[in-house]
């Protein structure tokens, strides 16, 4: 999990270390509930945004085998600027797209909205784009995360790249490096119960095999490490999860999915056989391989220790020696593509020489690359969503002032 394929940009970073006071100021007068967790490791502390009610109650309906789901906190920080932005008066447009940027001679001025309603002509003395990213776009994801291309997504589905077209256009970059963040394995890669949930929709007790029939990692150790193990260059990432009788009623909606894929579902695949032997031919698996990955489990289970991946002990149980036996295919789909565009530590867009593209910033997802290396380990999208729409916001703000100061600078030296 280094950093070899992406260096981080410290600078970036350190850019969010530097305005963290003043944004958790904000934060505080704004009314923002959180808490503060310090780490016992390293003395590091984690804000996290506290879930509102709704949020909560939509929590507690969802069903997710072995885990509760969690309560999210984003709703509760959005609403509340939301709460804000309508106290002072700001105009907030739903359903209106920017599909083009208004560039004088270089420099941007606003945006274009070509909507169901019209289009719309935003003058502005700055622009900050933060649309997240392009994972439902399946035309940028063959072109720029290839590895990604082809893969489900539980990405918002308006994160279709808007953002990322419109700084292209005005000469920004792609960062080099572009990588799909860690999903969730589920049966349905249609059906997420939740998400953003680091959950996998599996039951823990069961085994995760890759698709060669062997146990790579243990199956309650959560969806971002699991990435790296389940990664495949020739294929779709995912995995198979094999239950017996006992563990199997766990999987949510099991006897739908058995009967969808005996009326041959095209992406759905639940087996029921009364063998292990049996079911890895249905998985069009290796049998002998398959059964040496069960049996060594069951040595795992009955010694009590996972010595092969850790996985928690109160998981580590036994198949029963009859069948039937349960499998079910996993997809893991992705919760979008972190990489983005290139930007300077003032939310500057940039150009390929590395100069910044006046009037023109970002923020969030689509401006990542430079502060997630390699690896996108969880909770960073809000924080760097958060963090770089200060300093964009401050360093647009400050922009549009000094171009209005200009522009009348410039009117009076035409009247002298």
Known sequence: MGQ??????????????????????????????????????????TVKINPNEKSKKNAEAITIPSKKANAKGAPNLIATFVKKLNDLGVDIYLNTPATELINDDGVIKGVISDSKTGKKTFNAGAVVLATGDYARNPEMDKEYNKRGAGE?????????????????????????????MSGVFNANPHDYPM?????????????????????????????????FEFVRE???????????????????????????????DKIIRVYKADTIEEL???????????????????????????????????????FKAEGPYYAALMYDATRGVYGGIKTSPRAEVVDKDGH?????????????????????????????????????????????????????????DKNK
């Not at 929709?201 to 990692?217: D, H, Q």
């Not at 094999?242 to 969808?260: G, S, T, V």
């Not at 698996?285 to 109160?314: C, H, I, Q, S, W």
């Open 280 to 318: 890895a031919k249905l998985m069009e698996l290796d049998p002998e391989v398959v059964k040496k990955e069960v049996d060594r489990y069951n040595e795992l289970a009955r010694a009590g220790e996972d010595t092969d991946f850790g996985k928690d002990p109160k998981f580590l149980k036994e």
């Open 152 to 180: 489900y997504s539980a990405s918002a589905i308006g994160n279709t790249g808007d953002g990322h077209k419109l700084a292209l256009e005005a000469g920004g970059v792609m960062n080099p490096f572009q990588e799909s």
């Open 356 to 412: 910044a593209i006046p009037g023109l910033y970002a923020s969030g997802v689509i401006s990542s690359g430079q502060f997630f290396g390699d690896f996108y380990p969880g909770r960073q999208a809000i924080g760097v969503a958060g963090y770089m729409g200060y300093i964009a916001g401050e360093n647009a703000s400050a922009f549009a002032d000094e171009s209005v100061a200009n522009d009348f600078a410039g009117k009076n």
């Open 195 to 227: 998400v953003g949930d680091p959950t996998n929709s599996y039951p823990f007790e069961a085994i995760l095999l890759n698709m060669e029939g062997k146990r790579v990692f243990k199956e309650d150790g959560g969806s971002h490490p699991q990435k």
């Open 234 to 264: 020739d294929g779709q990432n995912s995995a198979w999860a094999i239950r017996d009788k006992e563990i199997a009623p766990n999987l949510p909606h099991l006897e739908e999915y058995l009967e969808k894929t005996a009326n041959n």
């Open 4 to 45: 070899d394929l992406n260096p981080i940009h410290l600078g970036m970073p350190d850019a969010l270390i530097d305005v963290s006071p003043k944004l958790m100021q904000v934060y505080d007068e704004i009314g923002v509930d959180y808490r503060t967790e310090p780490s016992e490791k390293d003395g590091s502390i």
